[in-house]
């Protein structure tokens, strides 16, 4: 479908990869619901550049994804500013560390609230709108993780699995109308503390033994939207091979 004039969904669009989407998206004359949690300085900064790149539009939500009323109040915001929701992308994530013997129910539910609840219910009160549009498009950013866990890492990996689980339920949901798909990123960014030797040992890990770009997953989101008229429920690893390794 052609993107040019759709309104586009992002969570997490402030910073680091869902920027990237955000952008990809403007490119092709796409218009961006901005969503972020803390980084509203980031989050204008990429509205203003959505503005500059293509002359579409944009504006920014706030909306804390761990609160059960958010999906609901957030589509209802972002229908209201532009009248429609054509694509929406769920990348929003929390990425905590929580080892087995500290792991914590707390850990579990936020993480599940977050990466897998929040984008079930925000599809769900989008529905209406990604049906009208005839064209309707989901994307769940999940993680090569989801299928295979690290350690330390247990509640946001089981999160992962589940959004893997969300994706499929979605697509069979919303279909015949909408597509529904899941990227699941290696690599791509590292978090913004890790050390130069931590980062060595995550590029050694993949095929590609390379990081891999936030421009790849946005590469894949266009790829999702735009070309890939015949997928849904599947799942794209961009991940430098990582989960096969
Ligand atoms: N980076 C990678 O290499 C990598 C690898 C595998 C998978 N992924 C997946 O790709 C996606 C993007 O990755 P990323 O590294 O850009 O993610 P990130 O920096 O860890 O998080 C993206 C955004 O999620 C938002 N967020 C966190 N908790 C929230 C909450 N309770 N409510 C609403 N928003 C919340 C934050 O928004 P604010 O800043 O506004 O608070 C944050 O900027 C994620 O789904 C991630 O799991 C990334």
Redesign the pocket.
Known sequence: MSLEGKVALV???????????SLALAAKGTRVAV??????A??RRVAAAVKTLSGADADVF??????PA?PAKLADAVSRRFGRIDILI??????EKAPFGDAAPEDWD?HM???AR?PFFLAQACAPWLRRSGEGVVI??????GLRPYADYGP?CAS?AA?LCVNKALAKALAPTVRVNA??????????AMSEGDKRKMSEATLLKR??S?EA?ARACVFLAESADYTTGAELTV?GGRLIA
């Open positions: 969570t997490g669009a402030a910073r680091r990869v869902g920027r990237t989407i969503h972020y949690r803390t980084s509203v980031d989050a706030r909306a804390d994804l761990g609160d958010a769920n990348s929003a994530s929390l990425y936020r609230a977050v990466n929040a769940n950013i999940a993680d090569w993780a946001y992962k959004l990227i699941l990123p290696g690599p791509v960014l590292a978090p913004e990081l891999g936030p997953v991940d």
